[in-house]
């Protein structure tokens, strides 16, 4: 492991996220189902959720129908507007068969003083199915438009580092 990595080991699952990064885990998360967050010093964050994969296999017969389903949930929040699909790969995450996919969007924030303001994002999601660990992993965040490159680099770097089982 780089050291621009440190590892997050947890429930029989461990993750690298670069050095810097402030953890914050959901103190309700249990062995299948639960968050953790790495917030960058410039107030980025990527998530890290997980959960039984038997609920996620019952409602999506694939991977790839899980994240499209997600995808759906991000399109009809009542802040994103201008959604669209920019790519949508299968990777390979510990030996699985995985679901990467870019969107771009605009976010909506009000402010008291700004009024109502949009701003470009990258939204980026990797999907995962262990069945050897009964759980699914989903990796995600939304960034600037400027930076998100940058983070599209960081999110593949841990997903190629998920040990899931």
């Not at 996220?17 to 107030?43: A, I, L, W």
């Not at 991977?63 to 997600?70: C, L, M």
């Not at 069945?131 to 770097?157: C, P, Q, W």
């Amino acid at each position: 492991m780089s050291s621009d990595y440190q590892q997050f080991s947890i429930y029989g699952f461990s993750i690298n996220y670069p050095t810097g990064c402030r953890v914050e885990f959901n103190p309700k998360s249990k062995e299948y189902e639960g968050d953790v967050v790495f917030h960058f010093p410039d107030k980025s964050k990527i998530f890290l959720s997980w959960g039984e994969l038997e609920k996620a296999v019952g409602n999506f017969l694939t991977v790839e129908g899980h994240a499209e389903h997600s995808l759906e949930k991000v399109r009809k929040s009542g802040n994103v507007k201008n959604f669209q699909k920019i790519s949508e790969d299968i990777i390979d995450v510990h030996s699985h068969r995985a679901a990467f996919n870019v969107v771009g969007l605009e976010e909506i924030t009000v402010g008291l003083l700004t009024g109502k303001q949009s701003s470009p994002r990258r939204a980026y999601s990797i999907h995962v199915h262990c069945e050897n660990s009964a759980r699914y992993f989903v990796i995600y965040g939304i960034f600037h438009a400027k930076t998100a490159e940058d983070f599209e680099k960081i999110m593949l770097s841990m997903s190629s580092s998920l040990n899931c089982h």
